[in-house]
């Protein structure tokens, strides 16, 4: 079924926020139309931010205003100290700080979520449908907020940096069976990276994207790189012998890549923007949406 109302997107000239008053005007074909914003506890923090934009959406009933804000990345502080961390399906994220955060909250809930959607999908009546719909925001905003946990556990260490594998294609490159297809497909990485990302900004910290070819082949001790070297979960060097836990290895090889891509970067070139160096991509756009009713 076609939607009757379509979102109506509104820039500077077309949109009047003033947030701190709780106040919008907006352009109409019968003119200006002016409303008291209620904005969520929750996005409060960003009413000092300066609004560059906003999109006007009619959902169940109401009208609501995705308000688009920006705010002046805070200067990176600290000596730089680099964080290599790891992402999979089974941990969520394994630390070169040898910390560990596994899935299996995630995983619990998914599975839930599968079998309910699969009993409402065989009965097809439209209030299985319409149940549906209210599962599938329920989900969404379960793993939403373990994203915001992981993140904040993450982003509280100390560390100025946090280097990431670049995962763009990783759905596009890897193709092993079914069932690890299926998962790789429920898996939402990059929403907890953009997470992390603001997350780290606001504290004047960076996430650094990463090359990751070989990271889990490589030796972090020695530098050797062998397919052999790993076997599952466990990594072996054939070289030196180092026995560890494969993510694990794998985090402190994404460390070393970030420190060494740090090294590239000049020290005299401020961190303002996205800058590319050779081991990576330091990410530090900083634009969130706050949601007004």
């Known amino acids: 079924m076609k939607k009757q109302y379509s979102s109506v997107r509104y820039d500077k000239r077309t949109a009047n926020l003033k947030l701190n008053d709780g106040l919008a005007s907006i352009s109409s074909i019968t003119g200006r139309v002016k409303g008291k914003l209620i904005v969520a506890g929750y996005f409060k923090k960003y009413l000092s931010w300066k609004a560059s934009g906003c999109t006007l959406q009619f959902k169940k009933g109401k009208f609501f205003l995705h308000v688009f804000v920006e705010n002046e990345t805070p200067k990176l502080i600290g000596e730089n100290k680099v964080l290599g961390i790891d992402r999979g399906i089974n941990n969520v994220a394994v630390c070169s700080d040898n910390s560990f955060i596994n899935s299996k909250e ?24 319409r149940k549906l719909k209210r599962l599938a925001g329920r989900e969404k905003r379960f793993v ?29 490159q890897k193709r092993l069976g079914r069932n690890f297809n299926r998962k790789l497909s429920n898996w ?69 890549a970030g420190i060494s891509g740090l090294s590239r ?25 706050v949601v007004g009713s």
């Open 106 to 129: 995630i995983h619990r809930s998914k599975g839930k979520y599968a079998h309910l959607r699969k009993q409402l999908q065989a009965k097809g009546t439209r209030s299985a449908k």
């Open 144 to 172: 939403r907020n373990e994203s915001h946990i992981i993140a904040n556990e993450i982003v509280s260490k100390p560390y100025d940096i946090f280097a990431l594998e670049d995962l763009t294609n990783i759905r596009v």
């Open 188 to 256: 939402n990485f990059s929403e907890l990276e953009q997470i992390m990302s603001y997350k780290a900004e606001n504290l004047g910290k960076r996430i650094m994207k990463i090359d990751g070819r070989y990271s889990s082949q490589k030796c972090s001790k020695c530098g050797h790189t062998e397919r052999s070297n790993r076997k599952l979960s466990e990594f072996h060097c054939k070289e030196c012998g180092l026995k560890l836990h494969a993510d694990l290895n794998a985090s402190r090889n994404i460390a070393q």
């Open 265 to 289: 970067v000049s020290v005299s070139h401020p961190i303002v923007a996205p800058m590319t160096c050779a081991s990576g991509e330091i990410v530090t756009s900083q634009r969130y949406s």
